[in-house]
């Protein structure tokens, strides 16, 4: 009957949904690290994309094979136009199967520059970035164009989009499913996810207990330095002053350098 219907109407059968495909994951915890990760690639992706051709290429003008762009009337987008430019040159070499060398990208990048200098400097003087910042570019051009999943004529993504599931382990992490989720988490810190969210504060743990190091010593250092100048040891007032600590920081450095000031007030001279 449907198919007379369709015959009798002149419509054909509408194709077939595309369906994600489908991945299973041995845990929970191993799906949310999985749709966070493609919801990072996402991001990244949607950063790309701002650095590739797309619809406002058509707005260009295309000289000597440069899409220069502008930023006034006769006024040229000069780095904007040889980046772009690099980049499309990096892409094009991708799809070609050929190295993306730094000297290729970069010499893509002033040859762009140059074109947009000649049609539309508007009086002003080359000003081309040095060695380092074009090596920097160079990089950075080839970096987007590995890592991202993009094309470079398009402009689209060739990823696949977020599956149902994967939408609901982001949004578990923003309610009480997190908190359940977290708490299962450091059940046993020994797991690798824990061992993972640990690193960056061990990390800064770390940073903290050197730096208190560091800062007792050159308290201790002072007060040594002070006594071998002077003859008479400071009090922990001078220190408190000098480093613009508290108290029990500097009794600390004392003790930590085996250094005993002498009791009772300093004697004054009138």
């Known amino acids: 009957m449907i198919q007379e219907v369709r015959a009798m109407t002149g419509r054909t ?4 949904a595309t369906k994600l495909a489908k991945t299973q994951f041995s845990s929970g ?16 992706i949607a950063a790309l994309d701002e650095g590739l051709p797309s619809a406002a290429d058509a707005a ?5 094979g440069v899409r220069v762009r502008w ?19 990096a892409h094009r070499l991708r799809t070609e199967g050929k190295p993306m060398k730094d000297t290729l990208i970069i010499d893509a990048y002033e ?9 539309g400097g508007d009086g002003r003087e080359e000003a081309m970035p040095p060695v380092r910042d074009r090596l920097t570019m160079a990089r950075r051009v080839r970096g987007y164009v590995v890592s991202g999943k993009t094309s470079a004529s398009k402009g689209q993504c060739s990823t696949q989009r977020q599956t149902s599931a994967g939408r609901k382990a982001l949004a578990t992490m923003g309610r009480r499913g997190g908190k359940n989720s977290a708490a299962r988490k ?11 969210a640990l690193q960056p504060l061990k990390k800064a743990n770390q940073k903290r207990v050197l730096e208190a190091q560091g800062e007792r010593l050159t308290i201790a250092g002072w007060f040594l330095t002070t006594y071998a100048e002077v003859g008479a040891w400071p009090t922990i007032a001078d220190a408190m002053s000098e480093y613009n600590v508290s108290r029990p920081t500097v009794k600390r450095a004392l003790k930590a350098a085996n250094i005993t000031l ?5 004697a004054t001279s009138n």
């Open 60 to 64: 260009a003008d295309l000289i000597d």
């Open 262 to 266: 002498p009791r009772g007030r300093r």
């Open 71 to 89: 930023s006034a009337p006769g006024r040229a987008a000069r780095d904007e136009t040889a980046f772009r430019h690099a980049l499309a040159t």
């Open 111 to 119: 040859r762009a520059y140059k074109v947009a200098q000649a049609v």
């Open 13 to 16: 059968k509408p194709a077939p």
């Open 186 to 196: 450091w059940a046993d810190p020994e797991q690798p996810i824990a061992q993972a």
């Open 29 to 44: 915890w191993e799906r949310i690290a999985a749709a966070q990760a493609a919801a990072d690639e996402a991001r990244m």
